[in-house]
Every structure is written in C-alpha cells, then in structure tokens.
C-alpha cells in the first residue's frame, strides 16, 4: 500500500490514519462573530460545493501550490487502498487559482465534518479578478496528518489515483473533474493537467484492452 513507511495494510497503524481534525477544527473561533465568511476552495470545490451559499466567485490565493499529496481514506479510497486529492503547500511567488464562496458560520460544521480526514482550517487573503482582496479561510492538509502521503512519481501517483475508489466514488472523477473545471476557469496548472493526462491514457489502455 501506497503510504507512510512502517504502516502495513491491515494493522492498527492503517486505522490511525483515519485522522479526526473535526473537533481541532470547531475550536477555531476565526470569523464566527461574522454574517458571512469568505471560503477559498482549490479542490473538489471548485467543481461542486454541496453547501449552500451566498455568492461564488472566482479567486486566487498568493505562495500556494496545488497538489495530489494528501491519502484520501473517506471519500475517495479506502483505509486499505487510499486515493489521493489536493492540498496546499507553501510555495513562496506562486500563485493558486480556485473559487471562492461567500457562507455564513454556520455551513463550517458540516465542513469540518467532511473534511475530517486531516484538513484544518487556516485564515488567509484571498483575491478577486477585480483586484478586491478579503480574508476568508481555507482548508489545508500539512504534511504532519496521518493521511498525508506526500510526493511521488507523477506516474505513481496518476495509477493510485486511476485505481482508488471510495464512498464519495472513483478517485479519478475527483481529478478529471478538476481539471476540466480550471480549464473552464482559463487556469493553467501544470501539476493537476499532467496527472490527467496520465490518467487519462490509463484508462484508454484499460479500454483498448
Ligand atoms: C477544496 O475543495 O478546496 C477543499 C475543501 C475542503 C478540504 C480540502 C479542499
């Protein structure tokens, strides 16, 4: 299995990767004395919320990259066979492009909850075509949760993401949604689009099989 060294498949360390931030999460109090809170998604957000909103507008955030490192054990894979999705990491000049969604306090509950599988909450600035800036917050999976994967080979990593399947579905859905959803946005991301290339010849080779 795909993972931390020293975590065999089917052992107790398997189940601890099952991580649970959502109580870490209720206990940030950031933005919870405002009407609306600006969310900045950079994942499956951008394609589908599955929260109702106020208004939904494209942003970016500064010194962030995107990328499939962070094990998806809940939605899209298993304990035994994990997927992978994105996270952020700090990347000093870069810039990531995503959707940017106005919700009022209470739609984080449900949030933390989804999002259990390592993901804490972090404030930050987002920015609008139109040169407007808020702070909002954003979800970001660190390298120190037990989900987190970390990098690989890109072919490595476009085959876990081709096979992976979990309660939310295919792991690919995730990766091919997005992509189409950033090209729709005119977002060029060299890492999400060289994955999908990937997966997509995979599953060409499994068709012509
Ligand atoms: C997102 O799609 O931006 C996202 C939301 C919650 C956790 C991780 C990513």
């Not at 990767?17 to 206990?27: C, E, S």
């Not at 919870?32 to 499956?44: E, R, V």
């Not at 995107?66 to 894979?77: C, E, K, L, Y």
Request: glycine share 8%.
């Amino acid at each position: 299995m795909p993972g931390r060294p020293g975590t065999p498949p089917g052992s107790n360390a398997t189940l601890d990767m099952v991580l649970d931030t959502t109580q870490q999460n209720q206990r940030m109090t950031h933005f919870s004395d405002h009407d609306a809170i600006w969310l900045f998604g950079y994942g499956s957000l951008i394609w589908k919320a599955g929260f109702a909103y106020l208004e939904r507008r494209p942003a970016y955030i500064r010194d962030w990259t995107r990328r499939f490192w962070q094990g998806s054990h809940d939605h899209r894979g298993t304990p035994a066979a994990p997927g992978r999705v994105a996270t952020l990491l700090p990347s000093p000049g870069a810039i990531c492009h995503g959707m940017a969604y106005r919700i009022t306090p209470e739609t984080l509950g449900p949030l933390d909850v989804r999002e259990k599988n390592g993901y804490l909450r972090e404030v930050i600035t987002l920015h609008f075509a139109d040169s407007d800036t808020a702070q909002g917050l954003v979800y970001i999976a660190t390298e120190d949760n037990a989900a987190y994967l970390g990098d690989a080979p890109t072919a490595e990593i476009a085959r876990q993401i081709a096979e992976a399947r979990g309660p939310s579905g295919p792991n690919r859905d995730y990766l091919l949604n997005l992509d189409e959803a950033l090209r729709a946005l005119d977002v060029e991301d060299a890492h999400v689009a060289e994955l999908a290339r990937h997966v997509r010849h995979l599953d060409s080779e499994t068709s012509d099989a």
